[in-house]
């Protein structure tokens, strides 16, 4: 996702040519481009479902940890502190926004908060369909390698060519610039024609997943719905996105509602929606392995040894 921070006077002329309900959207992308509170709602809106989620992830640490080691699976391992560092890195960013009033002034610290935070999620939602896809024909580790290595790959170079248009063409994709009131098509098209490709880019991935059911290689992926209910939400919230940034690239104010809503959601969504589809079965303990692990403790620390 994206998000602009304009001049208010620029905000109150494309209030002025979109219309009252595109002004109130600007600010699910340009938040600190209004007058008011609107700023600090949106980041406290969008921050909180992760800071619950991290709070939650706390609560069950200790838990989380005694089944990795149990287990030694390293793919869940790389997954279990990958989310971690996405939900702190999402709850940092959105902290940063809170204490300062017009980010705009830190651009330095606010793109390199973002472009830390979206290879971490770009890592994750990759990582997670190469690992599926290999379906049975690798063991773990082979899976973990490749999957780490096409991930890291893809990520890498996603956030390389981010940093070319941020400090090398001047294109602003998380902070300002090409959306004031005076940008010209070209400045608009640098910056919502990345997103356009990106979500795009996305958006054909996760369809492909949704189809392969009906082809001949339906064999290679999960049968389970959780996995599939994953991937329709992830393609639903991309190409939302798509259809948003392809409006903000024509210059269509509109394009605001649409794209804003979908990376709010985005946002807000992921870490919790990778969590519940992937992890959280793993990581449930019945109440057997539960009491074997406490009875081992008790019997290792000499609970049971004969008094002398």
């Not at 996305?202 to 392969?212: A, E, Q, R, S």
Request: contains cysteine; charged residues 15%; hydrophobic residues 45%.
């Amino acid at each position: 996702g994206s998000r602009a921070f304009l001049s208010r006077d620029s905000a109150s002329g494309m209030a002025t040519a979109g219309g009252s309900t595109s002004a109130r959207c600007m600010a699910l992308v340009a938040p600190h481009a209004s007058e008011g509170s609107t700023g600090v709602t949106y980041d406290i809106l969008i921050g909180l479902p992760t800071l619950l989620f991290t709070v939650f992830l706390a609560s069950r640490a200790s838990r989380a940890v005694r089944k990795l080691k149990r287990s030694q699976s390293g793919i869940m391992t790389t997954y279990y502190l990958l989310l971690w560092s996405v939900c702190l890195m999402n709850v940092l960013r959105c902290g940063f926004q809170l204490l300062l009033e017009d980010p705009g002034h830190r651009l330095g610290l606010y793109n390199t908060l973002w472009l830390i935070t979206r290879f971490g999620m770009n890592f994750l939602e990759v990582s997670v369909v190469i690992f599926l896809a290999q379906g049975y024909s690798a063991s773990g580790g082979e899976a973990l390698i490749r999957t780490v290595s096409w991930s890291g790959v893809y990520a890498t170079l996603d956030t390389i060519v981010k940093i070319i248009l941020i400090y090398g063409a001047h294109v602003e994709l998380f902070a300002g610039g090409v959306d004031e009131e005076d940008a010209t098509a070209a400045e608009r098209w640098h910056k919502w024609g990345y997103w356009l490709f990106h979500t795009g880019l996305f958006t054909v991935g996760y369809l492909c997943v949704v189809l392969l059911p009906f082809t001949r290689w339906r064999d290679r992926l999960p049968a389970r719905p959780s996995f599939y209910r994953y991937v329709a939400i992830l393609l639903a919230l991309n190409f939302a996105a798509f259809i948003g940034a392809m409006l903000l690239a024509a210059n269509v104010p509109e394009g605001y509602c649409v794209y804003g809503g979908a990376c709010f959601l985005y946002y807000a969504l992921f870490p919790p929606l990778l969590w519940v589809t992937f992890l959280q079965e793993f990581f449930v303990e019945d109440d057997d392995e539960y009491e074997q692990a406490y009875y081992a403790e008790l019997r290792e620390s000499g609970y049971f040894d004969d008094d002398v």
